[in-house]
């Protein structure tokens, strides 16, 4: 054999054990998933006799016990935990977590009136779209599709005005913490 003609022979041999390789391994995108994957897992914790925790316990089944277990595990003589009293600070928070879930309730109670009110429109619309999909429909029931027509659209305009009221409210309720001193992270 020549030199070119070994040269060429072993690029040929290269050349297909890379495409054998990449065949087996999968596709580029797989193995980008794969890496993706082992970043997302947490690192596990290996222990040894060498850094095995003398003082505390190890959980290898999840968190841990429960307030009730705790209360069990602690020795009669140690005395009970004292209430807080209630400081400047913490009426400060328990007055701003009352903001938050006065707004909270006001928000949810504006995306239940706007689902209420998608679904009339939705509703409306298929509606329509029977009654004017048959003629024999049209001609025969007029004064019922009106009626109909006629509910449909008080219904619709007022959620609309309930959505508008509720949407006020909200921003009067704001309005209230703001004067109160709510700090406007808290109002989020």
Do not use: H
């Not at 040269?7 to 580029?28: E, I, M």
């Not at 095995?52 to 968190?63: A, K, N």
């Not at 409306?124 to 003629?135: M, P, R, W």
């Amino acid at each position: 054999m020549t030199r070119i003609g070994c040269k060429l022979g072993v690029s040929v041999v290269v050349v297909a054990s890379a495409l054998a390789a990449v065949a087996q391994s999968g596709s580029l995108g797989e193995y980008a998933r794969a890496v993706r994957l082992e970043k997302r897992l947490p690192a596990k914790k290996v222990y040894t006799n060498d850094n095995l925790p003398t003082t505390t316990t190890i959980s290898v089944v999840g968190p841990s016990a429960t307030a009730e277990e705790k209360a069990a595990e602690k020795p009669l003589d140690e005395k009970p935990e004292q209430k807080e009293t209630k400081t400047p600070e913490n009426k400060a928070s328990q007055g701003e977590q009352a903001w938050q879930d006065q707004i909270s309730a006001q928000k949810k109670r504006i995306a239940d009136l706007e689902r209420e009110l998608y679904l009339t429109q939705r509703e409306y619309k298929l509606q329509v779209a029977n009654y004017y999909a048959d003629a024999g429909t049209q001609l025969r029931d007029q004064k019922n599709w009106a009626d109909q027509e006629t509910k449909f659209r008080a219904d619709i305009a007022d959620r609309q005005a309930q959505i508008n009221e509720a949407k006020a409210q909200l921003q009067d309720l704001e309005e209230q913490a703001r004067k109160e001193g709510v700090s406007g992270s808290a109002l989020q």
